[in-house]
C-alpha cells in the first residue's frame, strides 16, 4: 500500500476522509425534469465512494436556482427521498460524500423557470454562453435584477436545502460560489452594479456568500461546509473578471476562515481552458484562509502527488477522470493508465457512459503481441469495460470495480480462431489491467432523452 501523503487519511474540519483524493462536482443531467435522482445515481456514486470526499453535482437549492435541465434539485421530501439512497450506498461502501448547494442566477432559461418566469441576477445583465434545456442548448434568458427585499428569502432556501441534506443523509455540504453562478455574480463586480447593501465595495459585495454560508454552517455546523471558488474562471456565461480579483478574494477567504469552515475549494486558474493558474496567488488564497485547502483543475498523478507532498494542498478534487474510472483511487495508486470516457456520455441519457462502458472492438494488434495465437485474427470478439456498483445496504459490502469481459461472436466461421481469442483475453485477464487499459475501447448507445455534447463537464476541471 502506497505511503504518499496524497493515499493517506486526513480531516476536513470534522469530516474524516480516507485519502486526498476528492470526486468534484460533475454536472451529468441524469435527475429527471423534477430533480429527482433516478436510481442510476444510487450506483454512480456508489462506484466511486473509494474516493476520500465525493463532492456531488451541482444540486439546485429551488426552482429558481435552476439552469440546466436533468439536473437534481434538493427542496422537496421527493428529492431528499431520491437521494437517501446515494448517501446510503457511498456510506455502506465507507466513503463520505457532501453535497453542493447551487443556484445558477442569471445563468438560465425562461423554459427552466416557474411560469417561465425571467432567471434572476444581481443585476440586469444577459450572461453569454448557452445553457442546456429540454429543446437542447439556447442563449441564456435576460435576467431582472432582484429586489433588496428579496434576497432574505434566496438565503433560507439554501438554509432550507441544508436541512433537507441533513435529512438526506450528507455528510456535510458545499456552497457553490464559484463558475459564474448567482453568489460569483454578486461578488464580481463585473455582474453586481447595484447600489444598495450587496453592491459596490467589496464587502457588500461579498455580503450575499456570506450570508448564505453563515446560514447553512447554522445548520450543520461550520465544521462540516465547504465553500468553492474561482478567482480566474470565466468560461460559464462569458463572465468577466472582477477588477480587483487578488484583493476581493483574500477578502473573502479571511472572513470564510473566520468562520472556520472545513474547507475551501478553489477551481484552480480557467475552468474548460488554459490553466492560467499562475496568474493568481493561491498560496496567499490558502493563507488568507487558514484552513483546508482543496485544489482543483487540470491535476494529473503526479502534480497531485508533488501538491500533497509539498504542503500546497491538503486534498485534490479530480472531475473527468472519474467519469470513466470509478476506481480512479486504485488507478492512481497503482499507476494505471486511465480510460477517456467518451464526450458524447457526458451529458443526459441513462446507464451508458455513467454507471456502464461498452467496447466495441479490443485491440488486436497488442493482443496479438501478447499472444502470437490470434496474429492472424482480423475481427475479435467485443471486449468491454462493466462496471460493478460498490456495496449497498442490501449487498456485502465490497469495493466499485471495472472489469474487461469478451463476448463469444455469432456464427463465427471454424476457421477463424475466435475461440482461441476469447481464451487468450480469459489467459491474459490478471495480466490486463496495468498492460491493456481499459482506455482501449468506448461506445456511445441511444439515450432516452435529449443529450447535448461539450468537451468537459459543466461544474468540474
Known amino acids: 500500500m502506497s505511503t504518499a501523503a496524497l493515499f493517506s487519511p486526513t480531516r476536513l474540519g470534522a469530516i474524516k476522509v480516507r485519502n486526498r483524493i476528492a470526486m468534484a462536482p460533475l454536472t451529468r443531467s441524469r435527475a429527471g425534469m423534477d430533480g429527482v435522482q433516478t436510481p442510476l445515481a444510487v450506483d454512480y456514486y456508489g462506484q466511486r465512494a473509494s474516493a476520500g470526499l465525493i463532492i456531488t453535482e451541482a444540486t439546485n437549492i429551488s426552482r429558481q436556482g435552476r439552469g440546466c435541465a436533468y439536473t437534481p434539485g434538493l427542496y422537496t421530501d421527493a428529492h431528499v427521498a431520491a437521494w437517501k439512497p446515494v448517501t446510503d450506498a457511498v456510506h455502506a461502501a465507507g466513503g463520505r460524500i457532501v453535497v453542493q448547494l447551487w443556484h445558477v442566477g442569471r445563468m438560465s432559461h425562461t423554459s427552466l423557470q ?10 440586469a445583465i444577459q450572461a453569454g454562453g448557452n445553457v442546456f434545456t429540454e429543446a437542447g442548448y439556447v442563449p441564456p434568458s435576460m435576467p431582472r435584477a432582484l429586489a433588496t427585499e428579496e434576497i432574505a428569502g434566496i438565503v433560507d432556501d439554501y438554509r432550507q436545502a441544508a436541512r433537507r441534506a441533513k435529512d438526506a443523509g450528507f455528510d456535510g455540504v458545499e456552497v457553490h460560489a464559484a463558475n459564474g453562478y448567482l453568489l460569483e455574480q454578486f461578488l464580481r463586480d463585473s455582474t453586481n452594479h447595484r447600489d444598495d447593501r450587496y453592491g459596490g465595495s467589496v464587502e457588500n459585495r461579498a455580503r450575499l456568500l456570506l450570508e448564505v454560508t453563515a446560514a447553512v454552517a447554522e445548520v450543520w455546523g461550520a465544521d462540516r461546509v465547504g465553500l468553492r471558488l474561482s478567482p480566474l474562471s470565466t468560461a460559464i456565461g462569458d463572465t468577466p473578471l472582477d ?17 472556520g469552515l472545513a474547507y475551501l475549494h478553489v477551481v484552480e486558474g480557467q475552468l474548460h481552458a488554459g490553466n492560467g493558474a499562475d496568474d493568481f496567488d493561491v498560496k496567499a488564497l490558502r493563507d488568507a484562509f487558514g484552513g483546508a485547502y482543496l485544489a482543483n483543475n ?22 473527468k477522470p472519474f467519469i470513466g474510472n470509478p476506481d ?12 477517456d470516457a467518451p464526450t458524447a456520455g457526458y451529458f443526459g441519457g441513462g446507464a451508458e457512459g455513467y454507471t456502464q462502458f461498452t467496447a466495441p472492438q479490443a485491440n488486436v494488434a497488442l493482443i496479438a503481441a501478447l499472444h502470437p495465437s490470434t496474429q492472424n485474427l482480423r475481427s475479435p470478439p467485443c471486449p468491454s469495460t462493466t462496471c460493478s456498483p460498490a456495496s449497498s445496504a442490501s449487498a456485502p459490502r465490497r ?7 469478451s463476448r463469444k ?15 487468450a483475453i480469459s489467459t491474459m485477464r ?4 496495468p498492460a491493456w487499459p481499459r482506455s482501449a475501447w468506448a461506445k456511445r448507445l441511444p439515450t432516452n432523452h435529449a443529450t447535448p455534447t461539450s468537451s468537459a463537464p459543466r461544474s468540474a476541471g
Open 430 to 433: 490478471p495480466f490486463m489491467a
Open 328 to 339: 480512479l483511487v486504485e488507478c492512481l495508486r497503482t499507476d494505471t493508465p486511465l480510460f
Open 114 to 123: 416557474e411560469d417561465g418566469a425571467a432567471p434572476v441576477a444581481p443585476s
Open 298 to 319: 487540470g491535476y494529473d498523478r503526479q502534480r497531485a502527488l508533488d501538491a500533497t507532498a509539498g504542503g500546497h494542498a491538503d486534498m485534490i478534487a479530480f472531475g
Open 399 to 405: 469495493s466499485a470495480t471495472c472489469s474487461v469481459t
Open 243 to 259: 477588477s480587483r480579483t487578488m484583493e476581493t478574494h483574500l477578502y473573502v477567504a479571511r472572513r470564510l476562515g473566520e468562520l
Open 409 to 423: 461472436p455469432k456464427r463465427a466461421p471454424r476457421s477463424t480462431p475466435l475461440g482461441t481469442m476469447a481464451s
